[in-house]
């Protein structure tokens, strides 16, 4: 089975062969305005795709993310990926080119058994409310645990076999739900649909009283605003074609405080089945499968094929569309990935797609943060134009300590190691930007406490950290008895034979180091010496050591200006060293080379003294 997951300007296959192999603070109104005109020209659409539903503990899930915008330009570079439920999360950043990203998240051996959502989005997408992210519903067994029904939800929980009470706040008429906060003014909203229009209609305790002193603001599913307007006797009118696809909200205030929130459930298009047909079914092991789409495609779209090979069963059974249903009535926030999570799955039934609604509007109401949200937008989070980052702030331990101006270092180890340097802003904020590099590395970061006093270095966690509650049930249970018997012998063959599925290869050009310019000094081609200050005094060229204050000192000097550099900058196997007596400490015998620049060395912004990088034959530094 092979299905579009549409919008506007793209249109995604996903092909599946089945055969088995192995309250509010309102922004200054100048800033928000700037904020409005900027989400009015720029927004960002994720797509985002996996491979099958049902995984073992150790496995890897492996995903492929289309990234679009709807202006020419697309700014963002990164995306954060997160496996999460509520007992464990997996967090990992990816690299975008040209829009796109495929990659894995490798499953924890230890991670409990049970249902799992995972999420992706870019850092401006963190700006709005979450179900604007792109997600995936998984359901992972760990054999050496098991299953434990501590812990598990139900569909069968409360919530479900209550839709049909009646309540107030459920708009049985269209897909639409509202909540009032605490007892206010206004006793009841309705809602109708008339001549293309929303009409929002408000009573208030006594029949006499006019509600023209309210004012309510609408949000459409890209999260612009499309209404700002007085109520004008107990009455609004939202145009529906300035609605779109998924969750559109409006809320009435009265002096900046809500009274009244609700949501408007807009369906999109369906998505358009596309049959997949192969040469044959049965296919041995490196055999060439040849496949092809009968019919013709849209042309007016542009079309990716995404093609994923799983194991028969891992994939949810298409026939068992109750358990969707309840899932995404339970879990709303998920609708606007609906086909995308369920390929081939029907539209929820109207009374799902209402209970749905209702949901997500008490889940949001739950949220302050989301309440702030719809009522004055900001731009927090911009979008990220290069390359996977690091960023933070120092925080200072006395009030006389000046943050601004100071130096961050960061060494990045590895294969291909990178150092960088940030001077602080004012609020001693700090960012690098680390280009060029894939896998996880050890990292280091630290200023110079002699300049910068007494500071905390605080890294900032750039995931998001908002959620709605999640009510994932665990599927797995006896049936899947013989499919996970089989998947874990091959889970067992792979660690054995060190087979396995590919790795994606990333090619990049690699940085170039510091020491691409420097001069080397091997210490295997001279004589050994006892200390370090005899080696740089007697076998490295123009570099000089001066004792001061009773402590031995390094300087560079630059022959081709004449001049004697102090304080150069010094590195250990990529460490910055801010204390020269460190170097001095080390036992020659564990140096391999040392590198010396003795001219004006730049890296960003910052200029260097001329740059000493000691090299050691150990993996401890030295034993520094």
């Given at each position: 089975?092979?299905?579009?997951?549409m919008n506007?300007?793209?249109?995604?296959?996903?092909?599946?062969?089945?055969?088995?192999?192995?309250?509010?603070?309102?922004?200054?109104?100048?800033?928000?305005?700037?904020?409005?005109?900027f989400?009015?020209?720029?927004?960002?659409?994720?797509?985002?795709?996996?491979?099958?539903?049902?995984?073992?503990?150790?496995?890897?899930?492996?995903?492929?993310?289309?990234?679009?915008?709807?202006?020419?330009?697309?700014?963002?570079?990164?995306?954060?990926?997160?496996?999460?439920?509520?007992?464990n999360?997996?967090?990992?950043?990816?690299?975008?080119?040209?829009?796109t990203?495929?990659?894995?998240i490798?499953i924890?051996?230890?991670?409990?058994?049970?249902?799992?959502?995972l999420?992706?989005?870019?850092?401006?997408?963190?700006?709005?409310?979450?179900?604007?992210?792109?997600?995936?519903v998984?359901?992972?067994?760990?054999?050496?645990?098991?299953?434990?029904e501590?812990?598990m939800?139900?569909?069968?929980?409360?919530?479900?076999?209550?839709?049909?009470?009646?309540?107030?706040?459920?708009?049985?008429?269209n897909?639409?739900?509202?909540?009032?906060?605490?007892?206010?003014?206004?006793?009841?909203?309705?809602?109708d649909?008339?001549?293309?229009?929303?009409?929002?209609?408000?009573?208030?305790?006594?029949s006499?009283?006019?509600?023209?002193?309210?004012?309510?603001?609408?949000?459409?599913?890209?999260?612009?605003?499309?209404?700002?307007?007085?109520?004008?006797?107990?009455?609004?009118?939202?145009?529906?074609?300035?609605?779109?696809?998924g969750?559109?909200?409006?809320?009435?205030?009265?002096?900046?405080i809500?009274?009244?929130?609700?949501?408007?459930?807009?369906?999109?298009?369906?998505?358009?089945?596309?049959?997949?047909?192969?040469?044959?079914?049965?296919?041995?092991?490196?055999?060439?499968v040849?496949?092809?789409?009968?019919?013709?495609?849209?042309?007016?779209?542009k079309?990716?094929?995404?093609?994923?090979?799983?194991?028969?069963g891992?994939?949810?059974?298409?026939?068992?569309?109750?358990?969707?249903f309840?899932?995404?009535?339970?879990?709303?926030?998920?609708?606007?990935?609906?086909?995308?999570?369920?390929?081939?799955?029907?539209?929820?039934?109207?009374?799902?797609?209402?209970?749905?609604v209702?949901?997500?509007?008490?889940?949001?109401?739950?949220?302050?943060?989301?309440?702030?949200k719809?009522?004055?937008?900001?731009?927090?989070?911009?979008?990220?134009?290069?390359?996977?980052?690091?960023?933070?702030?120092?925080?200072?331990?006395?009030?006389?300590?000046?943050?601004s101006?100071?130096?961050?270092?960061?060494?990045?180890f590895?294969?291909?190691?990178?150092?960088?340097?940030?001077?602080?802003?004012?609020?001693?904020t700090?960012?690098f930007?680390?280009?060029?590099?894939v896998?996880?590395?050890?990292?280091?970061?630290?200023t110079?406490?002699?300049?910068s006093?007494?500071?905390?270095?605080?890294?900032?966690?750039?995931?998001?950290?908002?959620?709605?509650p999640?009510?994932?049930?665990?599927?797995?249970?006896?049936?899947?008895?013989?499919?996970?018997?089989?998947?874990?012998?091959?889970r067992?063959?792979?660690?054995q034979?060190?087979?396995g599925?590919?790795?994606?290869?990333?090619?990049?050009?690699?940085?170039?180091?510091?020491?691409?310019?420097?001069?080397?000094?091997?210490?295997?081609?001279?004589?050994?010496?006892?200390?370090?200050?005899?080696v740089?005094?007697?076998?490295?060229?123009?570099?000089?050591?001066?004792?001061r204050?009773?402590?031995?000192?390094?300087?560079?000097?630059?022959?081709?200006?004449?001049?004697?550099?102090?304080?150069?900058?010094?590195?250990?196997?990529?460490?910055?060293?801010?204390?020269?007596?460190?170097v001095?400490?080390?036992?020659?015998?564990?140096?391999?080379?040392?590198?010396?620049?003795?001219?004006?060395?730049?890296?960003?912004?910052?200029?260097?003294?001329?740059?000493?990088?000691?090299?050691?034959?150990?993996?401890?530094?030295?034993?520094?």
């Open positions: 089975m092979i299905m579009f997951s506007n300007r793209y249109k995604f296959l996903l092909v599946t062969l089945c055969c088995f192999i192995l309250m509010p603070n309102i922004a200054k109104p100048q800033k928000n305005n700037i904020a409005e005109r989400v009015a020209d720029y927004a960002e659409d994720l797509t985002f795709l996996i491979d099958r539903n049902v995984y073992l503990s150790g496995e890897r899930i492996w995903f492929y993310a289309d990234l679009n915008s709807d202006s020419e330009g697309l700014l963002s570079k990164t995306i954060y990926v997160e496996l999460y439920s509520k007992d999360s997996v967090q990992k950043k990816f690299s975008v080119e040209h829009g990203c495929q990659g894995f490798e924890p051996e230890g991670l409990n058994s049970g249902g799992y959502l999420r992706a989005y870019t850092n401006y997408q963190k700006n709005f409310l979450p179900e604007q992210f792109a997600h995936q998984l359901f992972i067994l760990n054999p050496r645990k098991g299953i434990s501590n812990g939800y139900t569909l069968t929980s409360p919530g479900l076999s209550d839709y049909l009470k009646k309540d107030t706040s459920f708009l049985t008429n897909y639409a739900a509202v909540h009032k906060a605490g007892r206010n003014l206004i006793r009841e909203v309705t809602i649909s008339v001549n293309g229009n929303y009409h929002v209609l408000l009573q208030s305790h006594n006499n009283d006019k509600l023209d002193d309210l004012l309510l603001i609408a949000r459409n599913a890209e999260f612009r605003m499309v209404v700002r307007a007085q109520v004008h006797n107990n009455k609004v009118l939202v145009p529906r074609k300035k609605l779109s696809k969750f559109n909200y409006f809320m009435l205030l009265k002096d900046t809500p009274l009244v929130t609700g949501a408007v459930y807009e369906k999109g298009d369906r998505v358009l089945p596309l049959e997949l047909k192969t040469d044959k079914t049965i296919y041995g092991p490196r055999e060439k040849d496949f092809s789409f009968p019919g013709k495609l849209d042309k007016n779209y079309q990716k094929a995404v093609v994923s090979v799983v194991p028969k891992t994939i949810i059974n298409t026939s068992d569309t109750a358990f969707v309840k899932l995404m009535a339970l879990n709303p926030y998920l609708l606007n990935d609906y086909q995308d999570i369920f390929p081939g799955f029907p539209d929820l039934p109207d009374y799902y797609l209402r209970l749905a209702r949901n997500h509007v008490k889940a949001l109401m739950e949220n302050p943060t989301f309440v702030n719809l009522v004055q937008h900001s731009i927090e989070y911009i979008p990220e134009i290069y390359d996977l980052s690091i960023s933070g702030q120092l925080e200072k331990q006395h009030d006389s300590t000046d943050l101006n100071r130096l961050v270092y960061l060494s990045l590895g294969e291909n190691p990178q150092f960088h340097v940030f001077d602080t802003q004012e609020d001693g700090f960012i930007n680390i280009e060029n590099s896998g996880i590395h050890d990292l280091y970061l630290t110079d406490p002699h300049k006093g007494k500071v905390d270095v605080r890294v900032r966690n750039d995931f998001s950290g908002d959620f709605y999640d009510k994932i049930p665990m599927l797995i249970d006896t049936t899947y008895r013989k499919l996970l018997e089989k998947m874990y012998l091959s067992q063959i792979e660690h034979f060190r087979t599925d590919s790795t994606i290869i990333n090619g990049f050009d690699v940085l170039p180091t510091i020491e691409r310019i420097a001069e080397v000094i091997e210490l295997k081609n001279y004589v050994e010496l006892p200390t370090m200050v005899e740089f005094k007697e076998i490295i060229p123009n570099v000089f050591v001066r004792k204050s009773g402590e031995h000192n390094l300087f560079v000097f630059d022959k081709k200006r004449n001049l004697m550099y102090n304080e150069p900058l010094i590195l250990l196997d990529n460490l910055p060293v801010l204390n020269d007596q460190t001095f400490a080390l036992d020659p015998a564990k140096v391999e080379k040392i590198h010396v620049i003795t001219e004006p060395y730049y890296i960003g912004d910052h200029k260097f003294n001329g740059i000493i990088s000691v090299r050691t034959r150990t993996k401890d530094f030295g034993g520094a």
